[in-house]
């Protein structure tokens, strides 16, 4: 690795299994972590000498690791504590009580990776011994006793994202309903309520990313109410979608063609969702040029 290039962040996640791991790796994913699951401790050093060959493309790894690499799993602790001598390393532990782990193996219908011949309780026990020491160590217990998968991906977003980054992504999209509903969309707003700047000679041939046709979409009754009114209605369903660990949702404004009255109302409201914290907003404009 260059000089001047910095290691990456490494974060070993593991813990007892049913604790939620790998509701854990799917919300650091979401969080642009570079995630490997079910890796042997001893693949740790090679997997880090391959990403830094990437020269930075990949900052923040997390890794997997767990019970199910059976007895090479015992050499994690020595392994982390050799991969911290050289970059930053924290260790992610996931818990739970005993009686919680036995009801959701039970709910899976699946056995515990080290109950061999006795019974769920015995796996539990098998394993809390092999993790004793790692779970000491670790930098971050996260007890899931208590959580849902939701409650478990908003506290792995809330200590893993990085400070000011976005908690979710709206996409708010101009659409024409001449050409159909947009699929897999979360609201729909129709602006047809307003007058159409199609019959209007002049401002026809123009679109809704212009300033004449906003400037007449906005002076119509109610437009501005509207735009004003569905942006406040809007906030407390984005922290809402925060809270829930929805990373991502999709708003559909629609008019006749997608032209004008809709495009004028996706950037508005854009505008005004953008000043949200913990939201960042993209646009699109699914039927502009199609006529």
Aim: aromatic share 6%; charged share 25%; hydrophobic share 40%.
């Amino acid at each position: 690795m260059a000089d001047d290039q910095p290691a990456g962040e490494v974060l070993i996640v593991t813990g007892m299994s049913g604790a939620g791991r790998t509701t854990a790796a799917n919300a650091l994913e979401d969080l642009d972590w570079y995630v490997v699951d079910n890796l042997p401790p001893q693949m740790l050093g090679p997997l880090l000498e391959l990403t830094e060959l990437a020269g930075g493309a990949l900052p923040k790894i997390a890794a997997v690791v767990d019970v199910r690499g059976r007895e090479l799993f015992r050499a994690l602790p020595a392994v982390t504590s050799a991969l911290r001598g050289g970059r930053p390393v924290r260790v992610l532990f996931l818990d739970a009580s005993d009686d919680v782990l036995v009801r959701r193996f039970e709910s899976v219908r699946r056995p515990h990776p080290l109950q061999g011949d006795g019974t769920i309780l015995d796996g539990i026990r098998r394993e809390r011994e092999r993790v004793a020491a790692i779970r000491e160590g670790a930098d971050v217990i996260i007890d899931t006793s208590a959580m849902n998968i939701h409650q478990l991906a908003t506290r792995v977003v809330d200590l893993f994202s990085e400070e000011g980054a976005a908690r979710h992504t709206i996409t708010v999209m101009s659409f024409g309903f001449k050409y159909g509903l947009p699929t897999d969309v979360d609201l729909v707003a129709d602006m047809r309520f307003l007058p159409n700047p199609f019959w209007i000679p002049e401002l026809k041939g123009h679109t809704g990313e212009e300033e004449s046709v906003r400037d007449y979409v906005l002076a119509q009754p109610g437009a501005r109410e509207f735009i004003d009114a569905y942006a406040l209605a809007l906030r407390p369903v984005l922290e809402g979608y925060q809270r829930e660990n929805k990373r991502h949702s999709v708003l559909a404004i629609g008019c006749t063609g997608g032209k004008h009255r809709s495009v004028v109302t996706t950037l508005e409201l854009a505008d005004r969702l953008a000043e949200l914290p913990g939201v960042a907003v993209r646009v699109k404009h699914r039927d502009l040029g199609r006529e």
